[in-house]
């Protein structure tokens, strides 16, 4: 982590409503459609040897249902026959049946150890599959959701060692030639982790270009590998390529090749020849001393040091200042001396003005000195801290100031090793650049507002949720508070049995499902069309926030669930189902 910019997320206070009264539960109806199935959903099913947590996040909880952001209401999903059937709407009223746009070439029946087949649309023409074999397809698509022009066509086909999902993919042009970078999760059995779960958990980040020959070949150019001990809960590349952004409870960390290592330890060995320090200190209640060892050449009439109330400059045979900078508390500069001992060091002595101010620096920055404490102060200062040590637990619990007793800590004060984080990876140096610690904010779900930028995601802060906005390629406001969803936090963690969660691009609402049936609407405060009061406070209410409540007619579990600005979409194993919410402008 060192390097690494520590940053936090600034909410817009605009966008909170301190007031928010909650929601109300109404009972208009919802405009539900179905539609059955030719093929049930291609569902895999967990293994015997899949059976940690991380597994059932990353295989057991996957979203079926992949919704098309480049174009408005159009969905996906893969059957059991390995086809890619699409639903474009434009009329709730004429739905139209799903059809096939694509067949995987390779039987999914076939493989074992085969996982759930997974897609993400880099661009509003191109698409990453994959087959849940280990097998990664870029298609060109053409424009999608329109029967006459779109026809995919395979591009790159090539195994990539054991099977994984696609997490997230982008396309850019970089060095006048057309690239996609995707990023591919899988779970892998660790030998050495005797330990924990047994497995990790890795990101394996691949680019693949246009070959130069203009035949229109893909090729992989670079991949390069992340590690960690949890499924992420979001990962997305930049859209310029440069970058990644990971959510996760533990952290991750850069897989090195071997001669990456061998640079990397070469770059160790130098760092790690230890430096003498510049000078050293060491301070009283009424002053400060510096020591510095003088070359042989120098003389009384070489040494120029300049004292002020706050700073001091030393300045060695008209050099750039030897030493300069802010002090760390005030001195009495006119009764400030230095000499030159015999053993050729120049001693320097600083008078306090704020006598007993224990300094914790001497120059406020300047790390090049060494702190030398007087053995009477060490015993003092060990004195004074006895209290609160002891060889045995709570030895005397009557003692005025007993010690502190760990068994009486509660769950909450225990410390977590590991603590959700959003860390930004940069994709020359693979190391960490940005890190912002979670804390308490739980991650909830991810959203994509605009399909050029990186998908949103939401977190919970307080009782609300608020949806935030990475900006790549803005330094100084790289995340940006762009919604909230009042008491949305609070509301869905009382919801045990819910799946999924998201809303709509436009903010209008949010939506969770529970496994089997039931779907929640939450929608944003909007004016009244007639007068309502608060009986309690005797006040006249502007607006209020809607909850709806849609029940599907399936028994099966829910398997996929998409929002759009007018529409959820529920995939279940043998139907979709499309909820009307909003009304098209």
């Known amino acids: 982590m060192a390097g690494a910019a520590h940053c936090s997320l600034q909410a817009k206070r605009l966008l909170l409503d301190p007031k928010f009264e909650g929601y109300k539960l109404s009972l208009e109806p919802l405009a539900c459609y179905q539609l059955g199935l030719d093929a049930a959903v291609a569902e895999v099913q967990l293994r015997d040897d899949q059976y940690t947590l991380d597994h059932m996040r990353a295989f057991g909880m996957y979203n079926y249902l992949h919704l ?3 174009y408005q209401d159009n969905v996906y999903y893969v059957d059991q026959f390995g086809r890619v059937m699409n639903l474009s709407v434009t009329l709730d009223t004429a739905l139209q049946k799903p059809r096939e746009v694509f067949r995987l070439p390779t039987d999914l029946t076939a493989c074992d150890n085969r996982l759930c ?15 849940g074999t280990g097998r990664l397809y870029l298609i060109k698509s053409g424009k999608r959701g329109s029967s006459a022009s779109e026809k995919w066509e395979i591009l790159f086909n090539e195994e990539l060692g054991s099977p994984f999902i696609v997490a997230h993919s982008v396309s850019f042009v970089k060095a006048d030639a057309h690239s996609l970078a995707v990023l591919l999760l899988r779970v892998e059995k660790d030998e050495l982790d005797t330990k924990g779960s ?6 394996e980040w691949v680019t693949i270009a246009e070959g130069k020959e203009g035949d229109h070949r893909y090729e992989i150019i670079k991949r390069r590998v992340l590690q960690g001990k949890s499924v992420p809960h979001y990962a997305a590349i930049e859209p310029s390529g440069d970058g990644l952004m990971i959510v996760s409870h533990k952290p991750f960390t850069f897989m090195q090749s071997e001669s990456d290592k061998l640079e990397e330890n070469d770059d160790a060995k130098v760092s790690n020849e230890k430096k003498d320090p510049l000078y050293y200190w060491q301070q009283t209640e009424d002053d400060v001393t510096i020591t510095v060892h003088l070359p042989q050449d120098i003389t009384k009439d070489d040494i120029k040091i300049h004292f ?7 300045t060695l045979k008209d050099q750039p200042p030897f030493m300069e900078g802010k002090l760390y508390s005030s001195v009495d500069h006119e009764s400030c001396t230095w000499i030159i001992r015999e053993d050729k060091s120049l001693e320097i002595s600083l008078i306090k003005k704020n ?11 300047d790390t090049r000195g060494e702190f030398i404490m007087d053995p009477s102060q060490c015993s003092e200062i060990a004195e004074s801290l006895m209290h609160l040590t002891s060889e045995v637990m709570n030895p005397n619990p009557d003692k005025e100031k007993p010690p ?24 020359d140096s693979l190391k960490i650049t940005h890190i912002i610690n979670l804390g308490s904010n739980q991650y909830l779900f991810s959203v994509v ?29 790289m995340w940006e508070h762009i919604a909230t969803f009042n008491a949305l936090g609070y509301v869905q963690a009382s919801k045990q049995d819910k799946k999924f969660m998201a809303c709509a691009p436009d903010y209008s609402y949010a939506a969770l ?10 929608r944003q405060p909007t004016p009244l069309a007639t007068v309502l009061y608060n009986r309690k406070e005797g006040r006249q209410v502007g607006q209020v926030a809607k909850q709806l409540v849609a029940t599907l007619e399936a028994n099966d579990p829910i398997l996929g669930f998409q929002a759009t600005s007018e529409r959820l979409f529920v995939l279940t194993t043998k139907t979709l189902f499309l909820i009307k919410v909003n009304s098209g402008n």
């Open 68 to 70: 098309d952001s480049w």
């Open 117 to 131: 087949a997974s897609m993400h649309f880099s661009s509003s023409t191109w698409v990453t599959l994959s087959d």
């Open 198 to 203: 047994g497995f990790h958990v890795t990101l």
């Open 308 to 314: 002020s109330p706050d700073n001091i400059c030393v």
């Open 355 to 365: 006598e007993g101010c224990r300094w914790t620096e001497l120059i406020i920055g």
């Open 404 to 427: 502190c007793n760990a068994q009486e800590l509660e769950e909450c004060d225990a410390f977590l090793e590991d603590g959700t984080s959003l860390c930004r990876f940069d994709g």
């Open 449 to 477: 507002v605009n399909p050029k930028e990186m998908p949103c995601f939401c977190l919970r802060h307080d009782v609300d949720a608020l949806l935030w906005q990475p900006h790549s390629d803005q330094p100084e406001n």
């Open 513 to 522: 499902c529970e496994c089997l049936r039931r779907v929640f609407i939450y």
